[in-house]
């Protein structure tokens, strides 16, 4: 039987303000939700890929965080939040003024999972569904929290990243200190100490820094 997302979500999740964007609530798992206990293989038997969009992950939280203190950056300007999964940054960004946001992520699961979390702060966030990696985009700011935890994700971002500011796009992006981070190719913004969960982390707290990329 197909898991209807709404339900699914709101069974697993609680509403919860992520502890450094306590402006903003989500719909995210704790420990004290079997979301947080299912193995990939009870993921995968009801259709549900790995479920970043329950966490607030420390990369967006820094990200959020900056935009929600420095609005200029996105006031007035078309947004596209990269790999939002829950779409706390999106959020924040339509917060902070923005005048829209499009909220990138190739999980199907997300479209409803950032559409409760858009209702639940009153704003509108408008979801795609599909790989843009070395598409242009048509925006005026583009974010992307905590997406260099990967090497062979970081080598397809890089030269599009690059591409995108060479198009007059200011490209921003949260990162907790992942390996494949390139940060000789950027310049820091903001550092910050952003809570996270043990289980989810290397540490409960973890040192978080907004880059812009040059």
């Known amino acids: ?34 979301l947080w206990l299912k193995t990939e293989e009870e993921l995968d038997a009801i259709g549900l890929p790995p479920p970043f969009w329950a966490f607030a992950w420390a990369g ?22 990269f790999a939002s999964g829950s779409g706390l940054v999106a959020i924040a960004a339509m917060k ?35 790989d843009r990696i070395g598409e242009p985009l048509a925006c005026d700011v583009f974010l992307a929290g905590d997406v260099f935890y990967d090497k062979a994700f970081a080598d397809r971002l890089v030269p599009w990243f690059e591409d995108l500011v060479g198009t007059g796009i200011d490209v921003i992006v949260g990162d907790p200190g992942r390996a ?26 973890k040192k978080t820094t907004v880059w812009r990329f040059r």
Request: a negative charge.
């Open 96 to 130: 902070a003024g923005a005048a829209s946001v499009l909220a990138l992520d190739t999980d199907p699961w997300t479209r409803c999972a950032i559409g409760l979390n858009a209702r639940l702060n009153d704003v509108a966030v408008t979801h795609e569904n599909a």
């Open 180 to 205: 494949y981070c390139p940060r000789d190719r950027m310049e820091p913004l903001a550092t910050y100490a952003v809570p996270v969960t043990r289980a989810l982390e290397d540490s409960e707290v």
């Open 1 to 34: 039987m197909k898991t209807d997302p709404e339900r699914f979500i709101r069974e697993n999740t609680s509403v919860l303000a992520p502890p450094h964007v306590p402006e903003i609530r989500l719909h995210l798992a704790s420990e004290a939700h079997d």
């Open 60 to 81: 967006g939280q820094g990200l959020a965080r900056y935009v929600l203190d420095h609005p200029g950056i996105v006031a007035g300007r078309s947004v596209a939040d």
